[in-house]
């Protein structure tokens, strides 16, 4: 069973679009993260949500918007797409105790390539 | 730069040889996490430490809390280990948070 999957798995759109990627996990966990990779690999996150709640934000533009309808679901909805978007995505997720760090387990990356 | 600097960012290696990855960072942290990405794939967790020691197979990971320098290593190394290891750090936030903060990764790539 896939533990953090989200889809779709790749996804080509025109530049103005709005799209989506969902992502869903069957852990258990409380907290779900979306990082996105450059095209240099490098990792950064976007949000975290613990339990419905955003708790981390990193200075995304407000065309990134993050759902959490429940606490095993964690999508994110793009408004009027840029070139500058096209980056691999991750979804994430881990069981967070107060003070406490856990093992993050990633999603399979949603590519989004904007053209 | 980097919260969290990594070398080297390239290494090729020959299968069998002893491979060590470096990890360095400038925050306060509360935890490490080594991570390894397979070409095209996802992202999977090695090791998760805050001090010491760990090992799993021919991976064997080392934190300095005093140094603030983490050493991954693989021993017998083979083609199979060929990926992107990268070094990621939960910083000292406080509260229920797990931000990670990640290195620029190590592309390791092992010839037979």
């Known amino acids: 069973d896939t533990a953090v999957s989200q889809t779709p798995k790749y996804l080509v759109t025109q530049m103005g679009n709005d799209k989506s990627i969902k992502c869903e996990q069957n852990l258990g966990h409380d907290t779900m993260y979306w990082y996105k990779q450059d095209s240099k690999k490098f990792l950064k996150i976007m949000f975290s949500?613990?339990?419905?709640?955003?708790?981390i934000n990193e200075t995304v533009p407000n065309r990134f918007s993050p759902k959490s309808p429940d606490k095993a679901h964690l999508n994110l909805h793009i408004n009027s797409l840029e070139l500058g978007d096209s980056a691999v995505y991750f979804c994430?997720?881990?069981?967070?105790?107060?003070?406490?760090?856990?093992?993050?387990?990633f999603g399979d990356g949603t590519r989004l390539s904007i053209l | 730069k980097n919260e969290v600097e990594q070398s080297p960012q390239n290494l090729t290696a020959q299968e069998g040889e002893f491979i060590t990855i470096n990890c360095s960072y400038s925050v306060g942290i509360s935890a490490l996490h080594w991570l390894q990405q397979h070409p095209g794939g996802g992202i999977v967790s090695l090791f998760m430490l805050s001090s010491g020691k760990k090992k799993h197979g021919r991976l064997i990971a080392t934190i300095n809390i005093q140094e603030k320098h983490s050493s991954l290593h693989i021993t017998a190394s083979h083609p199979r280990d060929s990926a992107v290891y990268i070094c990621a750090v939960n910083g000292n936030y406080g509260g229920a948070t797990n931000k990670l903060i990640f290195g620029t990764g190590t592309l390791l790539a092992v010839q037979p």
């Open positions: 949500y613990n339990n419905k709640e955003l708790i």
């Open positions: 994430a997720s881990s069981q967070v105790k107060e003070m406490s760090n856990q093992p993050q387990h």
